[in-house]
């Protein structure tokens, strides 16, 4: 008891101290992009700006949650003892998501997103699809992280809990084509890009295709019974 008390503490510990360190990177980088470079005024840091750093910052926690059970598969004396963090790691990613969720309604208006909007003030298709995806991604989300909760985990069968976590990957997939929709249009036109700074949702884009590739090789070398 004592033991798994420690270890939920450690597991806290090391996974919002990485999300300090992680949202302090992505938010000076959007700083960078947005303020610096793009001129995006100083006002629109505390929400617009700051949300670009949560989107990522979910992104990350989440992806390190999925890659540990990979990585861990392919070089277990480095990473099986690490795997209780995943999740930690998980959790607090989908906390941030859903904060990111709930920081992009606030703000969702032409002004501030008039890619995501026609003249007449609707949705474009583009828009209501990345959108679709972002809300259906959230939803299997919260699934997961519930079901990650140890009261939960303890009253469900072991076969069920499997597949709800697993559902994860499509929630990250489905994040994937979030960011895809809205932004493929910017990653082609590398003369757009301020300084020559990627794009946060490329960046987003690139970490969730490493985390996928990873589990699909883990899928394709079943360990050996
Ligand atoms: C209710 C669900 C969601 C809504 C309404 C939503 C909304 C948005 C909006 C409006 C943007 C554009 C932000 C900008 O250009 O400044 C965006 C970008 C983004 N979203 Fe979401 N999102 C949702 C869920 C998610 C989830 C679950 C994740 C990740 C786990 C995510 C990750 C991202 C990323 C990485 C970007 C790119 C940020 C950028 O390019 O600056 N979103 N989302």
Redesign the pocket.
């Known amino acids: 008891m004592k033991n798994r008390h420690a270890s939920r503490k450690q597991g806290w510990k090391w996974a919002l101290v990485s999300f300090l360190i992680i949202f302090l990177v992505a938010f000076g980088y ?1 700083v960078l992009r947005y303020n610096v470079m793009k001129g995006v005024p100083a006002d629109q840091i505390p929400l ?1 700006v700051s ?2 750093a949560f ?2 910052a ?2 990350v926690l ?1 992806g390190i949650s999925f890659i540990m059970g990979p990585l861990a598969r392919f070089n277990q004396r480095k990473f099986a003892h690490g795997l209780y963090l995943r999740k930690y790691f998980g959790v607090l ?1 989908f906390g941030v ?1 859903a904060m ?2 709930v920081i ?2 606030l ?2 208006s032409p002004s ?2 008039p890619r ?1 909007f026609t003249e007449a003030g609707k949705l474009t298709f583009s828009g209501e699809l ?2 679709l995806f ?2 259906l ?2 939803f299997i ?1 919260s699934a997961v992280a519930v079901t990650s909760l140890p009261s939960v985990e303890k009253g469900v069968h072991p076969r069920q809990w499997l597949f709800v976590q697993r559902l994860g990957y499509i ?2 997939a489905l ?1 994937l084509l ?2 895809t929709a ?2 493929w249009k910017g990653w082609l036109d590398a003369s757009g890009w301020p300084a020559g700074m990627l ?3 490329l960046i ?1 884009a690139l970490a969730i295709i490493l985390v996928l590739a990873a589990r699909l090789l883990v899928m394709a070398f079943p360990r050996k019974r």
């Open positions: 959007a617009y949300n670009k989107a990522l979910s992104v989440i990613g998501a990111h969720g992009s309604l703000l969702f501030y997103y995501f990345s959108m972002g809300v991604s959230i989300f929630a990250f994040v979030h960011v809205m932004g794009p946060i949702s987003a």
